[in-house]
């Protein structure tokens, strides 16, 4: 099994910062993919961002990029999200996930292990 725990969330105004990371523990596998995944009331699951861990290769949804940053600390397991110019639409529980292999899918579906959440809030 695989544990993941986020952390970083928290309230902030629009226009701000903050970091999430998300420490992985447990089994261990030579190729997967990381991602964070977000959530508002009453919408579906998204995808934010991945990154696939072994070349380090990123993936963005239009709607992050150029504000988010998606990196990873191999020494520490640990895979972090740098959220730059939040916007209220950006409130939402923040998700870290793990999906095994290298494909870098945008289906929450298709990922195999979820942290318990993080609040993000971003103030008008």
């Known amino acids: 099994q695989v544990q993941l725990v986020e952390s970083g969330g928290g309230l902030v105004q629009a226009g701000g910062s903050l970091r999430l990371s998300c420490a992985a523990s447990?089994?261990?596998?030579?190729?997967?993919?990381m991602a964070w995944f977000r959530q508002s009331p009453g919408k579906e699951r998204e995808f934010v961002a991945a990154?696939?861990?072994?070349?380090?290769?990123?993936y963005y949804t239009d709607s992050v990029k150029g504000r988010f940053t998606i990196s990873r600390d191999n020494a520490k397991n640990t895979v972090s999200l740098q959220m730059n110019s939040l916007k209220p639409e950006d409130t939402a529980v923040y998700y870290c996930?793990?999906?095994?292999?290298?494909?870098?899918?945008?289906?929450?579906?298709?990922?195999?292990?979820w942290g318990q959440g993080t609040q993000v809030t971003v103030s008008s």
């Open positions: 447990g089994r261990t596998f030579s190729r997967y993919v």
């Open positions: 996930a793990l999906r095994q292999g290298l494909f870098v899918a945008v289906s929450s579906q298709q990922y195999d292990y």
């Open positions: 990154i696939r861990w072994s070349a380090g290769n990123t």
